[in-house]
């Protein structure tokens, strides 16, 4: 593996020492708190550290709010009837059916005889509290052989890929790990002040602790113990399949990023790596698995938990779980404070017969405190990023300010973005701030999923709406009236007006200046409340942003474009955004284009618009002068072609808009991969918009049929893999060039890994399919290749002549492979 989306440890260290020299008396005052992060980040994070609140963070729950939270991560309720579920979901534990394969055996025994103490602040309890020494350790022992013996794997997976730990530490501290897990190995020793005499110093540093957040800092020291570099890695690249509650998210990782990070989170470190299971052992493990009622928060086939006992009281907390004076009970590591949170809880919740029922307000502050999106976000007068971690927010765009590197407020977010794509960034991953290193987690719609709806209801902003004119019913003043709008909005956006595009990316296409979010998605992304709103003051909603505003007070600066009249030159822009790709460009909008070859023994990979390839696609260019393009919106091959490769319109190997240098065998860009039962019915197609028709109809298309892009790897000849997942099946789907010369192809290879025996339905083509035997099949130049298998070629409904190629794909559980082939005909 290789890097290709590069954070280099350089720019990064350049960029933290640009900083440094901002100011003496920041500089150390960060130093020092740095330091203080480190020396307490073992202990246990759900402990108040300081005089703050059982929670750490700035948030604004109350304590017995707080409480609620801590019973609901403690998992009270997978013991005790009464508790309800509440609307923030509850965290539940690791998945443990392949965690031989995972964790380190050793790690394993000794986290189960010893849970706070092997890791400081996790929600395991102590199950053999009342146990001698030396019957924990024969327990422990017992359980973790089973444990081994029922996972697929009994070992750790082997190391083997090269790793960069230096680019691992660089995008651990940059691209958001710090905000959960607080920054490592920064700083050797502890500062001193710059001159002993300076009492300024000390009076600035006591001030800053006073006013400072308490950040938050869960533990790491204990991951060198518990995996190798091989299983951290696979756990990092997808953190939900083992821990579906999404308290750690996805931070949407490359495998390469994975492995470097996990390199540096574990250095040289060896772990025992596997274990021979003793039947006996595993026998008698599983009895106690049984008996300790592990099975109440880890599911295992074949092990039933344990009726659940009376509901909290009061006296619950005196005799309980949360005493820590031993006793037969589980005990929690838990602080005074945390205890006195679920204590104020409970006699709230028991007070009376109706159970107590959370505001709208109060569930959204729960859940952007429960997983920390707080501690880089604000909301309203709480969260934000702690002082003590400023410096690692960074953006590689300077001009743009803070709106460049630190992630936006959530207020008014409801308002601000319109419900499907706040959808679409929460649950997709979607993103418009590509010079913002740090990244967007992804926590999974089953536990965040109430979000967008809550936002909705409580963010409500007055502005104007911003009507768009139709185009049905049109009469010849309407239409005179859009075009002057038409008109206007470019003029304003262009050189010749406001020149927006001085400092945003226009369709794609990046501005001479700053770099920032590509107008044509504002309307895409924005209510028109709020684009109102935040043209007419944009420091109302970033306060230190570097957006002006040209209607100060609501009065225009900008006098000669219809008429200097405030309200009509903002419903002018919003128009002209709403025709999206086919708006006209702005004047001095610049177009370079740039034609790209594939030099060398390597492939050559470009990521950006295409029409033939959607809005996220990616052009490979192989050194054979074979060259095909990928869709990552929808997971397919959507165009082939031989000869030069790709033609990008303005300069540079990054970004912008690419179409094929030469002509290409062009393929449907919907969905590939679709479960169904029994014979598919009508194929699902991938909305199209039009200057008629602007609003999305299916707005999260493809991911209301279960498609989810996963990314790429590289091959050491850079030749990429896709990873994506259809429904429950993860595939990985890469193409290769097989044959002779003059006999050439392309080898498509996909790899299906699912937990259940199943049929997944493959739409290999679409469109004038000509059927040449019961293997080969052909569209246009192109000539389509299965294995001798089933297929089904069938008419598309109101599509007179063109047909489509479904192929019922039988999937094993665990791996399945199929192979196809595209060969390139002269007619």
């Not at 052989?145 to 680019?167: I, Y």
């Not at 083992?242 to 994975?258: F, T, Y």
């Amino acid at each position: 593996m290789r890097q290709f989306e590069v954070i280099g440890s350089k720019n990064v260290s350049q960029y933290l020492e640009t900083l440094r020299q901002v100011s003496r008396h920041y500089f150390f005052v960060n130093l020092i708190l740095l330091w203080a992060v480190q020396v307490n980040a073992s202990k246990p994070v759900l402990s108040a550290e300081t005089e703050s609140a059982a929670w750490p963070g700035q948030h604004r729950l109350t304590s017995a709010q707080v409480g609620s939270l801590l019973i609901h991560e403690l998992k009270c309720g997978a013991c005790h009837t009464g508790i309800e579920s509440g609307r923030v979901s509850e965290k539940t534990a690791p998945d443990l059916t392949n965690v031989g394969g995972r964790v380190a055996p050793k790690y394993l025994q000794e986290f189960i005889a010893h849970p706070a103490q092997k890791h400081p602040g996790t929600t395991m309890p102590d199950l053999l509290t009342s146990r001698p020494e030396a019957e924990r350790t024969a327990i422990a022992e017992a359980i973790t052989h089973f444990l081994v013996d029922q996972s697929k794997e009994k070992s750790l997976p082997a190391g083997g890929n090269p790793f960069d730990q230096e680019r691992g530490k660089a995008l651990y501290h940059s691209i958001g790990c710090v905000a959960c897990h607080g920054p490592r190995d920064v700083f050797e020793q502890v500062p001193v002040k710059p001159n002993e005499s300076d009492d300024d110093f000390d009076e600035e540093l006591e001030d800053h602790r006073e006013k400072r957040v308490q950040p938050v800092a869960f533990g790491l020291d204990h991951v060198p113990e518990k995996y190798n570099v091989a299983s951290l890695s696979q756990f990092l690249f997808a953190p939900l399949h083992v821990r579906q509650s999404g308290r750690m998210p996805d931070m949407k990782l490359k495998p390469d990023e994975a492995l470097s990070i996990a390199a540096y989170l574990v250095s040289d470190r060896k772990v025992d790596e596997s274990l021979k299971t003793d039947e006996r052992l595993a026998r008698r493990g599983r009895q106690y698995f049984q008996e300790l009622n592990c099975a109440a928060c880890h599911s295992l086939a074949g092990i039933t938990p344990a009726k659940r006992v009376n509901r909290l009281t009061e006296k619950s907390l005196s005799r309980g779980c949360l005493t820590g004076k031993g006793g037969t009970s589980p005990q929690y590591a838990v602080s005074q404070e945390q205890r006195l949170s679920m204590e104020l809880f409970i006699k709230e919740f028991t007070k009376s017969d109706s159970p107590v029922i959370d505001t709208d307000q109060v569930v959204i502050a729960k859940t952007l405190t429960t997983f920390h999106c707080i501690a880089c976000h604000t909301r309203d007068d709480f969260g934000g990023v702690p002082d003590a971690y400023d410096m690692f927010f960074t953006g590689n765009d300077l001009k743009l300010g803070d709106d460049g590197r630190i992630p936006p407020p959530l207020t008014h977010v409801g308002g601000k973005l319109r419900p499907a794509w706040l959808k679409r960034v929460l649950f997709d991953g979607e993103s418009v701030r590509p010079y913002m290193v740090t990244r967007m987690p992804q926590y999974g719609e089953m536990n965040i999923g109430h979000l967008p709806e809550l936002f909705a209801r409580v963010d409500r902003l007055q502005g104007k709406d911003l009507p768009i004119p139709s185009a049905e019913g049109a009469t010849p003043r309407d239409r005179e009236r859009e075009k002057l709008l038409r008109q206007a909005g470019r003029e304003l956006l262009g050189d010749k007006g406001l020149n927006c595009i001085a400092c945003h990316s226009f369709n794609g296409r990046s501005s001479q200046g700053s770099q920032g979010i590509d107008l044509l998605t504002s309307y895409q992304r924005l209510q028109p409340q709020y684009f109102d709103s935040y043209l007419r003051n944009p420091g109302a909603f970033r306060p230190r942003t570097v957006m002006p505003t040209a209607w100060p007070n609501g009065v225009a600066t900008f006098t000669t474009i219809l008429d200097g009249e405030t309200d009509r030159q903002i419903e002018a822009i919003w128009y002209y955004l709403s025709l999206g790709t086919s708006a006209a460009d702005p004047s001095g909008l610049r177009s370079v284009n740039t034609k790209l070859v594939v030099d060398g023994s390597k492939a050559q990979i470009h990521r950006g618009r295409s029409r033939i390839a959607g809005y996220r696609g990616i052009a490979v260019g192989l050194p054979e002068r074979w060259n095909y393009a990928f869709n990552a919106e929808t997971g397919t091959i959507s165009g082939i072609w031989k000869g030069d490769y790709i033609q990008v319109n303005w300069s540079g190997q990054g970004s912008g808009d690419f179409q094929p240098a030469t002509e290409a065998v062009t393929l449907p860009q919907d969905v590939s991969f679709l479960q169904f039962e029994g014979e598919p019915t009508a194929w699902p197609k991938m909305p199209v918009m039009t200057k008629e028709a602007r609003t999305n109809p299916n707005p999260l298309y493809p991911k209301n049929v279960g498609y989810q892009f996963r990314g790429y790897s590289l091959d050491k000849n850079d030749v990429p893999t896709f990873s994506y997942r259809s429904g429950a099946v993860d595939i990985s789907d890469r193409i290769q060039l097989i044959g002779d010369s003059g006999h050439e192809r392309l080898q498509r290879i996909i790899k299906f890994e699912s937990p259940s025996t199943q049929t997944l339905w493959f739409r290999g083509l679409a469109g004038k399919i000509t059927k040449e035997d019961s293997q080969n099949f052909r569209l246009g130049k192109l000539r389509f290749s299965i294995p001798a298998i089933p297929f089904l070629l069938r008419e598309i409904p109101d599509q007179t002549g063109e047909f489509e190629l479904l192929i019922p794909v039988q999937i094993s559980q665990g791996q399945s492979t199929l192979e196809v082939n595209y060969e390139l005909l002269s007619k």
